[in-house]
């Protein structure tokens, strides 16, 4: 649980800083209820185990910057799901005072392209310290970790050649960015299970 309030604390912090450079408060909508309800349980069930990083030199920056895409994965997320919801109500000719609230949907899905590249950053650095510290220190066995991650990372590099190369528009971003995020929360939090 620990880990989990851990991410959705970067995750806070990444909206308030995006704040001054796009209109990101609609994720606030969001992400602090979830926060909140993270917290709580966290309250409630607090973990037992605390990573041991005195013996690994360089654990900490690959658990931060794992910690940090996942966080930023996340939001990519949050934000398809207000894209694919905004896509929805102009379809379907919903309320104009419900769509006000948000930005135009071209803003909209250039956030998520944003979220989804800094996001594949994070993400190609996590997996290069993750592969190296799986080879050097085999006794770790993050290798379930690591196939999900690397599906993950598939998975967005295929959405970001089909925007720019192939043209692919909302649904396939949707789809793609959940499936991308689903797998990547899988691989911190299902492979302990």
């Known amino acids: 649980m620990i880990l989990l309030s851990l991410i959705f604390w970067l995750l806070n912090i990444t909206i308030f800083l995006s704040v001054h450079l796009a209109k990101v408060e609609n994720l606030a909508l969001f992400a602090y209820p979830l926060t909140t309800f993270i917290l709580v349980l966290t309250y409630l069930y607090p973990g037992k185990t605390v990573v041991q990083t005195a013996n690994f030199e360089g654990m900490v920056s690959h658990i931060f910057l794992s910690l940090f895409a996942t966080s930023t994965l996340c939001l990519a997320f949050l934000q398809s799901i207000l894209l694919g919801l905004q896509n929805y109500y102009l379809r379907h000719r919903a309320p104009a005072a419900l769509l006000k609230l948000l930005p135009p949907l071209q803003t909209m899905e250039g956030l998520l392209y944003v979220f989804l590249w800094l996001g594949l950053s994070c993400l190609s650095l996590a997996l290069i310290s993750g592969i190296w510290f799986q080879a050097n220190h ?27 190369k192939l043209g692919w528009h909302l649904q396939k971003s949707v789809l793609g960015t959940t499936i991308g995020f689903a797998l990547i929360f899988m691989s911190y939090f299902g492979t302990h299970l």
């Not at 290798?143 to 925007?163: A, H, K, V, Y």
Request: glycine share 4%; hydrophobic share 50%.
């Open 138 to 164: 085999p006794e770790l066995k993050h290798t379930p970790q690591i196939f999900l991650s690397l599906i993950t990372w598939l998975i967005i590099c295929t959405l970001l050649i089909g925007r720019y």
